[in-house]
């Protein structure tokens, strides 16, 4: 199978827009520090809007991530401040609030003005730029048009599809990692009650591999840091991710970990504007004087796919050095909690050097300079991000990073530990919540004795599995509670043709994006409150909990006057489509959802460490939940931290090809794209691009702004398209590339996922990039 895509969406080949076609495009390397005034002023621009109409006041900002009270920033998972800074925000997190709490309205007069199929043409800006959705919509194939429906209508289409299916495996119930723990729990609850276990999530494509990693490893699903770790410890390693663009309250504990003497270690093949040069987010002041913290000690920039080899390389140094020095090593933390240490040490010292530098396109000496910093520091954290889970070798490298840090016993105490940084803003509490394809079945028992409910036991289907049995026909009716997945998963045509071939798709959402598009024979349209939005249930404001990227859940509160008099909390759209769906349900749903704090307490009873969970979460910064392989205690099968003994796979590419990763500009949320610039990179409205090494760029003869036809070749040989994409030479180890997702998407096939994690490999796509003809 051949797919070829050309800029404009076309529903077999991939999404548009890419480009103001009156602007040109511009790029200019950036060196300026990561935050500060080009931040400031990005802010200014956007809250005033074009419309020049203030949209997020002051006082809505000063809600932004406060102790309990305000509404927590749906922008990113990064842990908000222990400290009580009554102004921990970003750039990326106001455009993110402000983006939904915009004016504008996608009304019944616009879709009656707009056909599906005139609308399919638009930009992904475009159509999520009109702005929020005011009341269900019901797509009627006659006008092509979506027309208004009602709630109760909506509820007994979607509770009638789902009834009327064979077998309740025939349903799916994909999370985005926004849905707040409250109305999760209800999601997953609908989904098991009515038998099946498919519950797909954003995770599957994001930090699956973390997960697994970890849970082989230490018995835990999660990081073991949180915020006050990254205070203490003396070296961080910062692995694959891009922290001034999606993670930018990470700067300020870089700079500040930087300001105490801290180490940081940058490792990735791009050098990111936040592994240099910071102003610290929330301290304006600082903008005034350009005083600038350094966020970075060292940049290793290894090649796409060498992290493996990085880690590996750093480990052999230390192994080596504690034949000098014992010291190199905590032997006792490794003899008292772990096993396996010996086979690792034998793995890691038949591995040869001259491979490590091949692998990860760094030399011994760079390494060894890694190791260095790493066993002068007392305490060390490992971060990662998408950099390193969106491969095949995912679960492998991070089984890799936790190694490395039983070997200095950098676990269970202040200031060590592996700290994954999560994406979503909830999408750790998902899981926790019970979103989750294969659940355990501990958990699976105490629902079903607190619920009165009797869920499947075996597993369900994650988000390729899902994509797959939609195309198969396996999967007839696709629920979307938030997220983007027509655009958001992997391998777009196959992606677009599997929700086409559903009975129903059904997407609970804010705004209009191509998922409402791209439908089954039947669609929904279900528009939701946001997270700014107030949530009144029975005269009573609700609030709703979330957790971080470091496991503290704490309370959301929406203050805002919803976008429409017609929209419905998540909870309550979850328990409308429950009570028609299932009508002999026990389940007391309304009851539910007059009142969150009931589903809490019924949380308290099903999840572990929710005890007095209503109590809890009111606490000032809300709680933490109980980290078993924090406390030193591992619930692996040996009750040890496990050393794993990977062979270092070859990861390299074969003569001619790249590696190519999908990565996120600047000014877009996954999906979302705010504008076609990507300040910290230093281009200008262009997004169909592909950074290259200019060395490469040279040998194809191409140079800055050429047009080039980016070819991946899959796993089952069959090969996808993207043509007139612009090469920009960029300082990026030879042999890769780079460029954004969801565009790219089209590149990835659908087959083409980790064997250990089933995550789609989305930064390790094989391609051949020629000149266009
Ligand atoms: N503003 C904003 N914030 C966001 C998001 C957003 O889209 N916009 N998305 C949210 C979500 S869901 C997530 S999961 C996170 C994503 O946060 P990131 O993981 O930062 O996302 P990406 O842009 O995909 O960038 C991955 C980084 O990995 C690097 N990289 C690519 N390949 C490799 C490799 O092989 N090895 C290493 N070491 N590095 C590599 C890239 O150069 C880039 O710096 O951010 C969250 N926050
Ligand atoms: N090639 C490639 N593909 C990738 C990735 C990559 O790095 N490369 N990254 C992957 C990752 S890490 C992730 S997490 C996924 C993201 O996948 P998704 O989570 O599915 O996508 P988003 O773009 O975050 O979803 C945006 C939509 O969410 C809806 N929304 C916003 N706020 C709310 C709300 O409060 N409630 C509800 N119900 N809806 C809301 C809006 O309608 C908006 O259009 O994409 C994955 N896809
Ligand atoms: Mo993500």
């Known amino acids: 199978m051949a797919v070829d895509s050309t800029n404009r969406f076309d529903p077999d080949g991939g999404p548009s827009g890419a480009r103001d076609a009156a602007a040109q495009p511009e790029f200019r390397p950036y060196d300026h520090p990561a935050a500060g005034w080009g931040a400031a002023k990005a802010v200014t621009e956007f809250m005033i809007g074009k419309e020049k109409e203030p949209i997020l006041g002051p006082r809505a900002i000063l809600k932004m991530n406060h102790e309990n009270g305000g509404f927590d920033c749906p922008g990113c998972a990064w842990p908000d401040s222990i400290k009580g800074i009554h102004l921990d925000i970003c750039e990326n997190g106001i455009k993110h609030v402000t983006w939904e709490m915009t004016h504008k309205r996608v009304d019944r007069a616009f879709f009656a003005a707009h056909t599906v199929t005139e609308l399919s043409g638009w930009s992904e800006h475009d159509l999520e730029n009109q702005g929020r959705l005011t009341e269900p919509m019901s797509y009627d194939p006659d006008t092509d048009t979506y027309v208004p429906i009602s709630w109760a209508e909506a509820f007994e289409l979607a509770g009638r599809a789902l009834r009327e299916l064979d077998d309740p495996n025939q349903a799916a119930f994909y999370t985005s990692g926004r849905l707040g723990n409250e109305a999760t729990f209800l999601y997953q609850l609908l989904a098991r009650e009515l038998g099946t276990n498919n519950l797909p999530d954003c995770s599957n494509m994001c930090h699956e591999a973390s997960g697994r990693a970890l849970q082989a490893s230490l018995g835990t699903g999660k990081g073991t840091c949180d915020l006050a770790d990254w205070e203490a410890t003396d070296a961080l390693f910062i692995m694959g991710v891009n922290a001034a663009s999606n993670a930018p309250r990470m700067l300020t504990a870089l700079a500040e970990a930087d300001r105490r003497g801290a180490q940081i270690v940058h490792i990735n093949p791009l050098i990111e504007a936040g592994s240099r040069r910071t102003i610290i987010p929330h301290e304006f002041l600082q903008m005034a004087t350009f005083h600038a913290t350094r966020t970075g000690t060292l940049n290793l920039q290894t090649r796409i796919g060498g992290d493996f080899a990085v880690i590996r390389g750093i480990a052999k140094a230390v192994l080596e050095e504690s034949t000098r020095d014992p010291k190199a090593l905590d032997q006792e933390f490794i003899d ?54 969106q491969h095949e070798h995912g679960v492998d490298t991070i089984r890799e990073i936790v190694n490395l840090l039983l070997l200095r016993g950098n676990l269970g105490r202040e200031g060590a530990g592996p700290s994954p940084v999560r994406g979503h803003s909830n999408v750790q509490g998902n899981r926790t919540c019970g979103i989750n394809h294969r659940p355990d079945p501990a958990f699976l028992d105490r629902l079903a004795q607190v619920c009165g409910i009797d869920p499947p036991r075996e597993d369900g289907k994650d988000t390729v599995a899902t994509i797959e049995a939609m195309h198969a026909g396996q999967v007839r009716v696709f629920v979307g509670m938030g997220g983007n997945f027509a655009l958001a998963a992997p391998d777009t045509a196959y992606t677009v043709e599997a929700l086409r071939r559903c009975e129903m798709t059904i997407q609970v959402s804010t705004k209009l994006n191509r998922s409402h598009l791209v439908h089954g024979r039947r669609a929904l349209i279900l528009p939701c409150l946001g997270r700014t939005e107030r949530d009144e249930q029975r005269g009573k404001i609700q609030e709703t909990s979330v957790e971080d990227a470091m496991a503290m859940v704490h309370l959301s509160k929406g203050m805002k006057k919803p976008a429409s008099p017609h929209l419905l909390s998540e909870p309550a759209i979850i328990a409308g489509i429950a009570k028609a769906a299932l009508p002999q349900s026990r389940t007391p749903w309304y009851h539910y959802v007059g009142d969150y704090d009931r589903i809490r307490d ?139 997702m969801p565009e790219l998407n089209v590149l990835c096939a659908i087959g083409d996922y980790s064997t250990q994690s089933d995550q789609p490999i989305m930064k390790n796509l094989r391609v051949t990039i020629e000149r266009s003809r």
Request: charged fraction near 30%; charge should be positive.
């Open 602 to 740: 019924t949380m308290a009873r099903v999840l572990d460490g929710f005890e007095d969970f209503n109590r809890r979460v009111r606490l000032p910064l809300g709680f933490r939940i109980r980290q078993p392989a924090r406390e030193l205690i591992f619930l692996t099968p040996s009750g040890r931290a496990e050393f794993s003994r990977a062979d270092l796979p070859d990861t390299t590419n074969a003569p001619g090809t790249l590696t190519l990763a999908t990565i996120r500009s600047h000014d877009q949320w996954n999906t979302t794209i705010y504008s076609h610039d990507d300040r910290y990179r230093g281009v200008k409205n262009l997004r169909t691009l592909v950074f290259m090494n200019a060395e490469d760029m040279a040998e194809r003869g191409l140079e800055l702004f050429d047009e080039v036809d980016i070819t991946s070749t899959a796993r089952d040989g069959s090969t996808r398209s993207v043509r007139r994409y612009q090469a920009i030479p960029y300082d990026i180890p030879r042999g890769c590339a780079a460029g954004y």
């Open 336 to 389: 008292r909690y772990t096993t396996g240490f010996h086979a690792y040490r034998a793995k890691v010292e038949a591995t040869p050097w001259s491979e490590i530098e091949r692998q990860s396109a760094l030399t011994e000496a760079e390494l060894r300079k890694a190791a260095r910093i790493y066993c002068d520091a007392d305490r060390s954290i490992i971060s990662w991000c998408l950099g390193v889970t």
